[in-house]
C-alpha cells in the first residue's frame, strides 16, 4: 500500500528530492517535466479548503484535470510513473475545514496529501490560514488529528518556523505531528515575518530532526548539490524540498542526483519543446496555454546567451506555435556545442545560518 511505500522510500540510500507546489508555476504540463527530469514528487498546486468545499469550478477543474488528460499526456505520464509521484496540499482555516477539503480529495487517486502550515502570503494568512496557524498550537493539534481519522495515504505536514522569531513552534508542531501518526514533515528553515532574502535557519531544522523520529525534510535556499550537501549535514534531515531553483530548470533535480553539471542546447530545445505540446495537448485553448506558458519560457531562457533579446519576445507569445517558433529559431542561432551551467547560483554559505557545531559524518 501507499503508506508502506512511503516507508520504503525513506529507507533507500538515496535521498528524496521533490517539488514544492507553487501557486500558478507547479501545473500539470511542468510537473511532467520536472518527473522527466527526476524530481521524486511533485505536488498539485496549492488548494484551498474553502474553494474546494464551496465547489468553486476552477478549484475542482484544478483536482480533476490531473486525471481527465489528453493521450499525449498519457503517453509521457507513463514514462515517468507520474501516477506514483503525485501529491496534493491543502490550506485551510481550522481543523473542520482542512479535514473535509482531505476527505473530498482522498476519493481521487492521489499517493500522498499535505497539509500547508507554512504559506506567509498575506491573502491566506489574513483568514488565519497558512503559516497563521503556527499562532494557534490548539488547533495545529486538532487539524492533525482530525485530518489523520480521514487520510488513509501518506500525510505530511509543511510548516515554518514559526510566525515570527519570538515564536518559534517548529519542535512543537513536530511532536504534535509525531502524535498524531504524521508520515513526515516539510520544515521550512524561515519564520512568516522572515522574506526569501533572510538567511535560512539550520539550528532550528536540526533541533525539529533531533526532536522527533519521523522524516523531516529541509526546504529554503537549495539551489546547487553543494548546497544540499550542507543542508543535509548541518540538519540531518532526510530529503530536500525544492522551489524556485527549479523553475526554467527541470535539469536540477538530475543535478542533485549527481548525474549532470551542465545542460546542453540539443537537451533544453527538446526539454522545452515538450513542456510546449504537453501544455497545448493539456489546455486546449492555445492563447490560454500560451499566456501561461510565457512565465516559464522567461526561465528557460535563463543562463544562455542572447537571453536578453527573447526574454522579451517570448513574454509576448499569442500561441504555442509561436512560442514553437521562437525556440526553434534561437536554437539555430545557437552554437551546437553550448552549454549552461544546471546549478545557476553558486554555494554561498551566507545564505544560511548555523551556530551551532553540528556533528557530521
Request: proline share 4%.
Amino acid at each position: 500500500n501507499n503508506i508502506s511505500r512511503m516507508n520504503n522510500f525513506f529507507q533507500k540510500k538515496t535521498t528524496p528530492i521533490i517539488m514544492a507546489p507553487l501557486a500558478g508555476i507547479t501545473d500539470y504540463p511542468f510537473r511532467l517535466v520536472l518527473c522527466k527530469h527526476g524530481a521524486d514528487f511533485c505536488y498539485e498546486e496549492m488548494i484551498s479548503a474553502c474553494a474546494l468545499l464551496y465547489d468553486n469550478r476552477k478549484t475542482l477543474h484544478m483536482v480533476e484535470s490531473n486525471f481527465n488528460t489528453p493521450d499525449f499526456c498519457k503517453i509521457t505520464e507513463e514514462a515517468v510513473d507520474f501516477r506514483n509521484k503525485l501529491g496534493v496540499q491543502v490550506v485551510g482555516k481550522n481543523d473542520t475545514n482542512i479535514s473535509q477539503a482531505l476527505k473530498i480529495l482522498t476519493h481521487y487517486p492521489f499517493s500522498m496529501a499535505d497539509i500547508n502550515m507554512g504559506c506567509p502570503v498575506p491573502k491566506v494568512t489574513k483568514s488565519g490560514s497558512g503559516s497563521a496557524m503556527l499562532k494557534d498550537l490548539d488547533m495545529v493539534d486538532k487539524t492533525l488529528q482530525a485530518s489523520r481519522s480521514v487520510v488513509n495515504i501518506p500525510l505530511s505536514v509543511k510548516i515554518r518556523l514559526g510566525w515570527d522569531p519570538s515564536s518559534i513552534v517548529a519542535c512543537k508542531v513536530a511532536k504534535l505531528s509525531e502524535k498524531h501518526k504524521i508520515d513526515f514533515m516539510y520544515v521550512h528553515g524561515r519564520t512568516r515575518s522572515q522574506n526569501y532574502s533572510h538567511p535560512v535557519n539550520l539550528d532550528e531544522i536540526y533541533k525539529v530532526v533531533s526532536s522527533v523520529t519521523i522524516p523531516v525534510i529541509a526546504n529554503g535556499n537549495i539551489f546547487s548539490l553543494s548546497d544540499m550537501n550542507y543542508v543535509l549535514q548541518k540538519t540531518g534531515a532526510r530529503g530536500v524540498l525544492i522551489g524556485r531553483a527549479s523553475l526554467g530548470n527541470p535539469w536540477i533535480f538530475e543535478g542533485l542526483k549527481s548525474q549532470r553539471n551542465t545542460v546542453s542546447i540539443d537537451e533544453w530545445a527538446d526539454t522545452v519543446r515538450l513542456h510546449l505540446k504537453l501544455q497545448e495537448s493539456f489546455y486546449q485553448n492555445t492563447k490560454t496555454a500560451s499566456i501561461l506558458m510565457r512565465k516559464h519560457l522567461i526561465w528557460y531562457i535563463k543562463g544562455w546567451d542572447n537571453a536578453k533579446i527573447y526574454k522579451d519576445k517570448f513574454n509576448h507569445i499569442e500561441s504555442i506555435d509561436e512560442g514553437m517558433r521562437l525556440v526553434d529559431e534561437f536554437y539555430q542561432k545557437t552554437p551546437k556545442d553550448a552549454t549552461r551551467p544546471v546549478f545557476l547560483l553558486n554555494f554561498d554559505p551566507n545564505r544560511y545560518s548555523c551556530q551551532s557545531k553540528i556533528p557530521t559524518d
